[in-house]
């Protein structure tokens, strides 16, 4: 039986304001364990939340980037279960009226666009954090870290339209990609501030309904996500093919093993008792607050993908690339506006640039190269001052010293030599060093200008200009 996979992904973002969402108590990430509470995150009796409006601000800016409505009325609700990081017993969440609906992400997987729909984007309190001494050598204790308790997270849940792990990572890196545009969260899903769970099912090609799902946890990275939802699609048709029944339950995924393990069944899974929250009145959106924020987002990705491509003339698979960061776009578009060939551009971007971000583990803001070292350099390729191959040995040397294209040549002496009467003198050399292949091309072995120009190269240390060196050994042998 062949069958396709359905997968819907929910996926919690931490908001990067100050403080928190219904107290004043520090966000910041890292701090002293529990320096950062006060009586209402810590959820002392008595004590009434009182909610931040920035966190309402960074909603409204995300559900409008992903085409929702947003609700002029939403309500708050308790969602009540007992557990050591949640000293309240309930989460301030929104559960019946949430702050928006029915919004869309457009991906691109294999060139193919394809929309993903939102079903709704709410907002809700974090819990805190457990430290199980395992890890510290402490095996008999666990420890409690409230400073995440009330940190404000936006939960946005899609449809369940996607039909491949590939359209799972590419929604997830494209809903990353917007949020970091709307600069609403850090979204380092090393640190906890992005993470997604993912509803897997399968269903026979060509049915409508949908099969039974499971859905695996508190996914931190776009790799683990793709290898969950293939373990899942694997591990059901392996049942299926059997005869047997997937069974409704939540798994976690053991990225040390590359599995996923059952974490509670259908029969075990909360019953959250949602009841609106007593302690906030319902939150009231004005349509001028809607329309304010609308005009005062950014230049989205997808945006500023069809601009790129038709404004610079790039392919389609280079300004999405480009677009993905914010701070990679710009980058760009300042290495073109002083002057380089976009394409040109967009290629060293996209080998060596990001080859030398990805081997120090740093975004584009702290490239050793400069927007201005680069097109400096693409320049001097461009007036023939060095050869393109000799372009890789000065970006090399920029990158390791953080010198400029001008000092890295002038200390090097790697100015191209277009000297027609040094190049013809080489030339002349090296014919008197190898009269049987200079007879040979007069004999018509004319694939021995290979050699030739080689030699030259290797001469000169790969400083002769090509083309000259081509012309000169074509008038030379006649
Ligand atoms: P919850 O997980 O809280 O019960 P929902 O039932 O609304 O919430 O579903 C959460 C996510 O699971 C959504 O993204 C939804 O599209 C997806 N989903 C629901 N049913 C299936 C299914 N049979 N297969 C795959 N994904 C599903
Ligand atoms: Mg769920
Ligand atoms: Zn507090």
Not at 135 to 151: F, I, Q
Not at 264 to 289: I, T
Not at 450 to 468: S, W
Request: charged share 25%; hydrophobic share 35%; proline share 5%.
């Amino acid at each position: 039986m062949k069958y396709e996979p359905v997968i819907g992904l929910e996926v919690h973002v931490q908001l990067n304001t100050n403080t928190k969402i219904f107290c004043g108590c520090s966000t910041q990430f890292g701090s002293e364990p529990n320096a950062q509470t006060c009586p209402i995150c810590l959820g002392m009796p008595g004590v009434l939340p009182a909610l931040n409006r920035e966190v309402v601000a960074k909603a409204i800016r995300t559900a409008l980037a992903t085409q929702c409505e947003v609700a002029n009325v939403s309500r708050w609700a308790r969602k009540n279960y007992f557990y050591p990081d949640l000293p309240k017993g309930y989460q301030i969440s929104q559960f019946e009226l949430p702050i928006a609906v029915n919004g869309k992400i457009e991906i691109i997987v294999d060139g193919r666009p394809k929309t993903i729909r939102i079903h709704r984007i709410h907002m809700e309190e974090d819990a805190g954090k457990l430290i199980h001494g395992e890890n510290l050598g402490d095996p008999a204790h666990s420890y409690v870290d409230l400073n995440r308790t009330g940190v404000p997270l936006i939960e946005i849940v899609s449809e369940a339209d996607m039909r491949s792990s590939e359209e799972a990572k590419a929604y997830l890196e494209k809903l990353k990609s917007i949020l970091q545009y709307l600069g609403v969260s850090d979204c380092n899903m090393e640190e906890g501030s992005m993470r997604a769970d993912a509803n897997v099912s399968i269903r026979p090609v060509g049915q409508e309904k949908f099969g039974t799902r499971s859905e695996v946890k508190n996914m931190n990275s776009f790799r683990y996500l793709q290898k969950a939802v293939d373990y899942e699609i694997a591990r059901q048709t392996e049942i299926l093919d059997d005869g047997g029944r997937v069974v409704q339950e939540t798994r976690l995924w053991d990225s040390t093993r590359n599995i996923t393990l059952p974490m509670r069944s259908k029969e075990e899974a909360h019953d959250y008792r949602y009841f609106p929250e007593p302690d906030l009145p319902p939150l009231h959106v004005s349509n001028e607050w809607v329309e304010e924020t609308a005009k005062s987002l950014p230049e989205l990705p997808d945006a500023k993908r069809e601009r790129f491509a038709a404004d610079y003339g790039i392919p389609e698979y280079d300004a999405e690339v480009l677009t993905t960061d914010q701070k990679l776009a710009a980058y760009f578009e300042e290495v073109v506006k002083s002057g380089s060939d976009p394409k040109t551009a967009s290629n060293w971007i996209m080998t060596e640039i990001m080859r030398v971000l990805k081997d120090r583990g740093v975004g584009i803001e702290q490239s050793p190269v400069t927007p201005k070292m680069l097109s400096d350099m693409l320049n001097m390729i461009k007036d023939g001052t060095i050869s393109g191959k000799i372009a890789k040995d000065v970006f090399v040397e920029m990158e390791t010293t953080g010198k400029g294209p001008q000092e890295v040549v002038r200390e090097k002496g790697l100015v191209q030599i277009t000297d027609e009467v040094a190049i013809g003198k080489q030339i002349e050399e090296i014919f008197a060093a190898n009269p049987e292949q200079v007879a040979g091309y007069k004999a018509g072995k004319t694939k021995l200008i290979g050699f030739f120009v080689g030699e030259v190269m290797k001469a000169t240390k790969g400083k002769a200009n090509p083309a000259l060196v081509n012309k000169i050994l074509k008038e030379k042998l006649g």
